[in-house]
């Protein structure tokens, strides 16, 4: 999984990271930036991590902010992280534009739809979830790109997807 991460502290200011995880038989492997990085990390106590990072140990308390940013305390450090997330960066280069016409909801990756959040008949905002399709252990809730009616849900709760398969149409 690759993400986007930005970085913020008062002393060193901002800075963009690409962070890239893969899962192996020895725990994760981390490239950041490119480059591979010797990690092992362990959640110490209810959001508090103990990370090594190439030989050296980090305490870092982790705060969830409401407008779901991270507060990361370190010793007398404190950052600001934010994952910045390629499908929405659209939507905040243009402000609050909502997608207009008849939508279909197509599932961005394969996996297994775990709850149905609407019906077909329902009206929803835009930004609202419409359902949520599980992929590698995670949860993904898809939301709706637009305000409107539910005009048809064509998934079921259960059933396993492909990428790109249409779960519903908003219209």
């Given amino acids: 999984m690759r993400y986007e991460v930005r970085l913020a502290s008062s002393s060193s200011g901002e800075k963009n990271c690409v ?5 192996d038989a020895s725990g994760w492997r ?4 490119g480059r591979p990085v010797a990690v092992d990390a362990i959640e110490i106590a209810t959001n508090t991590l103990s990370i090594l990072l190439e030989g050296q ?8 902010a409401p407008d779901g940013k991270l507060n990361l305390q370190t010793g007398t450090q404190e ?3 934010e994952v910045i997330d390629p499908r929405a960066w659209s939507g905040r ?5 909502e997608a207009e016409g008849r939508q279909q909801i197509v599932a961005p990756m394969p996996g297994k739809i775990v709850r149905l959040l609407v019906k077909a008949g329902d009206h929803v905002e835009a930004g609202q979830g419409l359902l949520v399709v599980e992929a590698m252990k995670m ?7 637009k305000g409107g009616t539910v ?5 079921k709760e259960g059933q396993p997807v492909n990428a790109g398969e249409v779960l519903c149409v908003v219209s």
């Fill in 139 to 145: 949860q993904n809730e898809i939301r709706s790109p």
């Fill in 151 to 155: 005009e048809r849900v064509l998934a």
């Fill in 19 to 23: 962070l890239e995880l893969e899962r």
């Fill in 30 to 33: 981390v490239i950041l930036d």
């Fill in 57 to 64: 140990s980090f305490e870092i308390g982790v705060t969830p």
């Fill in 93 to 97: 280069r243009h402000g609050n534009v």
């Fill in 79 to 81: 950052f600001t992280a």
